[in-house]
T-cell receptor, first 114, second 115 residues
Framework: AAGVIQSPRHLIKEKRETATLKCYPI?????VYWYQQGPGQDPQFLIS???????DKGSIPDRFSAQQFSDYHSELNMSSLELGDSALYFC?????????????FGPGTRLLVL | AQKITQTQPGMFVQEKEAVTLDCTYDTSDPSYGLFWYKQPSSGEMIFLIY??????QNATEGRYSLNFQKARKSANLVISASQLGDSAMYFCAMREGNSGYALNFGKGTSLLVTP
């Protein structure tokens, strides 16, 4: 079965640079979520989109923005990167109306800010 | 306030034994979902099992079962017949409300299965 695809899998950036993370949800899933997991931490919710509209917002810094496109893929844009942004970034997708509405996670993008 | 509490930072279990990972939650929403995910050292987040707040029976998925005690607000994961490949971090998570809401995760329990 198709899974959530994230690219790139690894990314190294310098402080103050920008980064763009991409996410391709499972086909026919209408909701996309972004999470940030720092080293040794649990995942923290950043933002979500339902049918290309922002549906919920968590602890996403103002330096970050995200959107979902007409083909349902999503991008997380990160600017003015800081050392503390080094983390594993997950995208997850789910299908509204399916009883469990389980969020299936992609493999993650490991971002290292130097 | 922490919505999901996992009180066991680390646990050991011998191969072929059963193990219970504890999870308690806090919500005033009558509709919620409880999830368990497994995160191996490679980093991916793997869905294991789901329990809905209105489900009458405990969820089971192969060797995984969820001991759901609603009145006590606990949702413990039971892994039967542990295997070496079960060594990983295990996260309990909760979604409040009916749909489209973010997951709140616990701090996780690191499980090591020994031969």
């Amino acid at each position: 079965a198709a899974g959530v695809i994230q690219s790139p899998r690894h990314l190294i950036k310098e402080k103050r640079e920008t980064a763009t993370l991409k996410c391709y949800p499972i086909p026919r899933h209408d909701t996309v979520y972004w999470y940030q997991q720092g080293p040794g931490q649990d995942p923290q919710f950043l933002i979500s989109f339902y049918e290309k509209m922002q549906s919920d917002k968590g602890s996403i810094p103002d330096r970050f923005s995200a959107q979902q496109f007409s083909d349902y893929h999503s991008e997380l844009n990160m600017s003015s990167l800081e050392l503390g942004d080094s983390a594993l970034y997950f995208c997850a997708s789910s299908s509204t109306g399916v009883h469990q509405e389980t969020q299936y996670f992609g493999p993650g993008t490991r971002l290292l800010v130097l | 306030a922490q919505k999901i509490t996992q009180t066991q930072p680390g646990m050991f279990v011998q191969e072929k034994e059963a193990v219970t990972l504890d999870c308690t939650y806090d919500t005033s929403d009558p509709s919620y979902g409880l999830f368990w995910y497994k995160q191996p050292s490679s980093g991916e987040m793997i869905f294991l099992i789901y329990q809905g707040s209105y489900d009458q029976q405990n969820a089971t998925e192969g060797r995984y079962s969820l001991n759901f005690q609603k009145a006590r607000k606990s949702a413990n994961l039971v892994i039967s017949a542990s295997q070496l490949g079960d060594s990983a971090m295990y996260f309990c998570a909760m979604r409040e409300g009916n749909s489209g809401y973010a997951l709140n995760f616990g701090k996780g329990t690191s499980l090591l299965v020994t031969p």
